[in-house]
Nanobody, 128 residues
Framework: QLQFVESGGGLAQPGGSLRLSCAAS???????IAWFRQAPGKEREGVSC????????NSADSVKGRFTISRDDAEKTIHLQMNSLKPEDTGVYYC??????????????????????WGRGTQVTVSA
């Protein structure tokens, strides 16, 4: 059974840090993987992604310089290190696999039909 399990969410103060993890089971990480987030009343948006096999990354402008995505193929886990958190980073964070052969460039488009498998999400709240 293919599934993702996200962890690491919680409450952080503005300027603080959190590290999210996304553990895959049922498949290997020889695909592009992306983190998305959804705030209440807003559409799901791409945050950061990492491509296979060269691990090229891409991030939304709103998180560049603050968030870093990485992969541990041995542990089949994708991490998202989030620093300098802002209240607008609040939301449910999901990871998803871009199914199919990788072009070496990953997608941040939540409507991309290649994102077939999603985790259930982990809540991140940034508040004083």
């Amino acid at each position: 059974q293919l599934q993702f399990v996200e962890s690491g969410g919680g409450l952080a103060q503005p300027g603080g840090s959190l590290r999210l993890s996304c553990a895959a089971s049922g498949f290997n990480l020889d695909h592009n993987i992306a983190w998305f987030r959804q705030a209440p009343g807003k559409e799901r948006e791409g945050v950061s992604c990492i491509a296979f096999p060269e691990s090229k990354t891409n991030s939304a402008d709103s998180v560049k310089g603050r968030f870093t995505i990485s992969r541990d193929d041995a542990e089949k886990t994708i991490h998202l290190q989030m620093n300098s958190l802002k209240p607008e980073d609040t939301g449910v964070y999901y990871c998803a696999v871009e199914w199919g052969p990788s072009s070496g460039i990953c997608s941040l488009d939540a409507t991309d039909r290649r994102f077939v498998y999603w985790g259930r999400g982990t809540q991140v709240t940034v508040s004083a």
